[in-house]
């Protein structure tokens, strides 16, 4: 996984979470000394529900970055807000969150928003309590500030939903045997492209899979 996300040269590297099972320090050292070799000046973490437990947001925090931030990469804004709530799987973003993120996203860039669980519910899921429980008014919310990019994990599902000209963008697995139905470990390759013309981004979303070969799944105009 490393090389082939290395070969490509990211721009930006954004890891949605879930990078340990159950949260513990040792865990946490082994998943940082992968994340350390990737070639990328510009890696994004935001934890999910396993990173949270067992108190795991600490170490979190201390080899990562803090949970919730904004950060300017010459024309795009990322935003990453931690989604979990300490040994509950379910996710919660909160209002007391929503005035900074629209604060962050109120320029004019190319502007992503990562976090762990789900924003809309996405098929393979089973029983659907894998969005937000506040899901409705973070849609709004990220919606109304013309957000351009969603990324989210949790159910190792690769899919993508455009919803008003925003995509929304879920993970699969690329480490992790815990592919759901006939999926397989891929990892999301999203290239933007500002035309010089109009200011537009053309946008494409691929699957790349443990074999190198690669799958375009959406290609759009925002
Ligand atoms: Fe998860």
Redesign the pocket.
Known sequence: MVDSINRLEPNLVVIT??LTENGFSAEYDGVKGFIDRIECKNKILVP???DSKNAGYVHFEDLFTDRYFSRNFEDVTVVGADSSQPDLDEGHLGRENYGWIKEAFSGENFKVFAM?HHLVPIPLAGRENTVLVDAGDVLELLNRCKVNLVLC??CHIPWVWNLNNMLVVNAGTFCSSKTRGKTTQCYNLIQADKENSNGNWKVRVSRVFSKGDRELVTETVM
Do not use: A, S, W, Y
């Open positions: 979470g879930d999910g529900n396993h762990h994990g949790h």
